[in-house]
């Protein structure tokens, strides 16, 4: 079983930086940022795969988010800089496990909101 804490969530206006955090109890085999904007369905936006340190990106914000983790304290980080009124959003961490390869676990989410 995983559990998963976010915090860092705000309200920011456009061109700023926030920085999020996901504290993950349980072994994991990633880690992954999500969000989700009202009306719209959950989007992949970030992860970070321990082995290897391998980092995956949306096209949409590869440019301006880095995902970073310390897999001792099993926590990652997502720096957003140069935000967008489009990043608003709720943002949840999902965990992959090994057995299963899924994202089967996820916080509570964090919302984010960037006021133009």
């Known amino acids: 079983q995983v559990q998963l804490v976010e915090s860092g969530g705000g309200l920011v206006q456009a061109g700023a930086s926030l920085t999020l955090s996901c504290a993950a109890s349980?072994?994991?085999?990633?880690l992954g940022w999500f969000r989700q904007a009202p009306g719209k369905e959950r989007e992949f936006v970030a992860a970070?795969?321990?082995?290897?340190?391998?980092?995956f990106y949306a096209n949409s914000v590869k440019d301006r988010f880095t995902i970073s983790g310390d897999n001792a304290r099993n926590t990652v980080w997502l720096q957003m800089n140069s935000l967008k009124s489009e990043d608003t959003a709720v943002y949840y961490c999902?965990?992959?496990?090994?057995?299963?390869?899924?994202?089967?676990?996820w916080g509570q989410g964090t919302q984010v909101t960037v006021s133009s």
């Open positions: 999902g965990a992959k496990v090994l057995s299963t390869g899924r994202y089967d676990y």
């Open positions: 970070l795969r321990w082995i290897g340190n391998i980092q």
């Open positions: 349980g072994r994991t085999y990633t």
